[in-house]
């Protein structure tokens, strides 16, 4: 059972950047980031697999970028030039059979905020 910790969710000014972290119990194949938006479903936003394959949201290619440090046991998400739709609850989750945005992922924590005016 992974548990997962996220934090660094704050609120910015449109272009700015903020990294978030996510502290889990045990490393896994597949780590990812959603979001949620009041009102809209869950989207996907970036994943990483453990051999260092990254997956992107088109909303979020070439600004976003996710890694991870092993020895740490933390995931991260740095955002770049972030616009007001980029306001969300952030959650980082462990374990997709496939490794996919799209799939049904095992674990979740419980989201940091991100506000961006």
């Known amino acids: 059972h992974v548990q997962l910790v996220e934090s660094g969710g704050d609120s910015v000014q449109a272009g700015g950047s903020l990294t978030l972290s996510c502290e889990y119990t045990?490393?896994?194949?597949?780590l990812g980031w959603f979001r949620q938006a009041p009102g809209k479903e869950r989207e996907g936003v970036a994943l990483?697999?453990?051999?260092?394959?990254?997956k992107y949201a088109d909303s979020v290619k070439d600004r976003f970028s996710i890694s991870k440090d092993n020895d740490k046991n933390t995931l991260y998400l740095q955002m770049n030039s972030l616009k007001p739709e980029d306001t969300a609850m952030y959650y980082c989750?462990?374990?997709?059979?496939?490794?996919?945005?799209?799939?049904?992922?095992?674990?979740w924590g419980k989201g940091t905020q991100v506000t961006v005016s």
């Open positions: 989750a462990a374990e997709a059979r496939r490794c996919l945005l799209a799939d049904q992922w095992t674990y």
């Open positions: 045990e490393n896994s194949r597949c």
């Open positions: 990483i697999d453990n051999r260092g394959n990254r």
